[in-house]
């Protein structure tokens, strides 16, 4: 996409003029190009007790998800000078969740991206590495039977405390061979913990109430059934 660098200072002048900064006296007005080619802008809100104190780059992007969204392709940020002004630092992490490494900032002599402006930056990926990281895992030894079986997840005793544990039966042996229990489960105190655990192994999984009732807590719907319980 073709960027008029021009245009898009000016846009960022313009909304510089609009800024609230009676305590800094310094004014800030950024314009951001979209990926669909709109143009979207924002300005410093400054408030008495400075600690809440709004960048224009958080009007930048409050403007950009109430105008429908999409991804900053480049921005223009400007002072009262109306020169280029590099972005804070929480604002650069602003611009790398919603414009990518790839956002290029206006500067001098050149437009920086926004990688160079924030290298080794923490974004939604990292978020979803940690979460796979933190999510039950299946032996390798029992990963040729991930998707097989039933996991019960039921009520037990730990110290004195009441927990909830489980176990994966092998209960789809051919002819009657290689049933009984898979894996026995540890103990969590929260029982959502324990039917990620049985998800992780088998779709198939059975809570078993304390007065013995059984609920389907497996994915879909349970066996023999169109719709859910």
């Known amino acids: 996409m073709e960027i008029d660098w021009e245009r898009l200072r000016n846009a960022a002048v313009e909304a510089m003029r609009s800024a609230y900064a009676p305590y800094s006296d310094f004014p800030v007005g950024v314009a951001g190009l979209v990926d669909d080619g709109r143009v979207v802008v924002g300005c410093n809100v400054e408030n008495a007790s400075y600690g809440v104190t709004l960048c224009a780059e958080c009007g930048l992007v ?34 790398y969740e919603h414009g990518g490494p790839d956002c290029l900032v206006e500067a001098v002599p050149r437009p920086l991206r926004v990688a160079e402006l924030l290298p080794y930056a923490f974004g ?14 299946v032996p390798s030894r029992l990963l040729r039977w991930r998707g097989h079986g039933t996991v019960f997840v039921h009520r037990d005793l730990a110290g004195g405390q009441k ?15 290689e049933t009984g229990i898979l894996e026995e489960a540890p103990t969590w105190s929260d029982v959502d913990a324990a039917i ?9 999984v059975i809570l078993v109430q304390e007065d013995g009732e059984m609920r389907w807590v497996g994915e879909g719907d349970p066996p023999g059934r169109t719709e859910a319980p």
């Open 124 to 137: 939604p990926d990292d978020l979803v590495a940690a979460a796979a990281s933190t999510a039950p895992r």
């Open 62 to 95: 409050s403007s950009l998800h109430a105008s429908g969204g999409g991804r900053l392709v480049a921005i223009s940020c400007v002072g009262g000078d109306g020169e280029p002004l590099m972005p804070c630092g929480r604002c650069r992490q602003l611009l």
């Open 163 to 177: 927990v909830w544990t489980g176990y994966w039966d092998r209960s789809t042996g051919e002819e009657g061979k």
């Open 196 to 204: 990620a655990w049985g998800r992780a192994r088998t779709s198939r």
